[in-house]
Antibody, heavy 124, light 107 residues
């Protein structure tokens, strides 16, 4: 059973960098053809996809965040990470990591495994 | 970005009722749509993928269908444990986008 767990600071000051890590257990992050995604949800609001990294290392980002976001992977630790620069209060949200399977460039069967989510508040 | 217009934003129904939620895509996304259930305080879980395929283990009272660019999610007989917020999500074109969600309450 694949499990994902987010970790990182719960409070970030405006203009600083939000850094989160997603630890994957139950399978190797290097195995197969998967996308490892970050998704966020402001309190009481809807879901926003942030970006993803493929098993091969290729990345894709939401155009509205592309200038500020980096998703990377550490295969030795079976983890992937999110960095979001120059944060503002608008970046306050629950951040989820999630897996999706790659099927010829399209996701297969949705985001099939999710972390429990971690609340990040941007405030001075 | 592809806009997903989901309706209604909320609804209240009784146990045993048939419940329907609709999602309209701003352009043709073929069958590339998933439906998620998010219970309070939890991460979303996929129920239906490719517009109409039920994920293994999901009760058969949940179903989905597509007609053109309009997607429909149905619970045939509402159960108390179906209290949740439901989201559609398109994956035809990046960035992936979600509907605004439908909050389902049990009368």
């Amino acid at each position: 059973q694949v499990q994902l767990q987010e970790s990182g600071p719960g409070l970030v000051k405006p203009s600083q960098t939000l850094s989160l890590t997603c630890s994957v257990s139950g399978d190797s992050i290097s195995r197969g053809s998967y996308f490892w995604n970050w998704i966020r949800q402001p309190a009481g609001k809807g879901l926003e996809w942030i970006g993803r990294i493929h098993t091969s290392g290729s990345t894709n980002y939401h155009p509205s965040l592309k200038s500020r976001v980096t998703v990377s992977v550490d295969k030795s630790k079976n983890q992937f990470s999110l960095k979001l620069n120059s944060v503002t209060a608008a970046d306050t949200a629950i951040y989820y990591c999630a897996r999706s399977e790659d099927s010829r460039g399209y996701m297969k069967a949705g985001f099939d495994y999710w972390g429990q989510g971690t609340l990040v508040t941007v405030s001075s | 970005d592809i806009q997903m217009t989901q309706s209604p934003p909320s609804l209240s129904a009784s146990v045993g009722d048939r419940v329907t939620i609709t999602c309209q895509a701003s352009q043709d996304i073929k069958k590339f749509l998933n439906w998620y259930q998010q219970k309070p305080g939890k991460a979303p879980e996929v129920l239906i993928f490719d517009a109409s395929n039920l994920k293994t283990g999901v009760p058969s009272r949940f179903s989905g269908r597509v007609s053109g660019t309009t997607f429909t999610f149905t619970i045939s007989s509402l159960q108390p444990e179906d209290l949740a917020k439901y989201y559609c999500q398109q994956y035809k074109i990046l960035p992936y986008t979600f509907g605004q969600g439908t909050k389902l309450e049990i009368k």
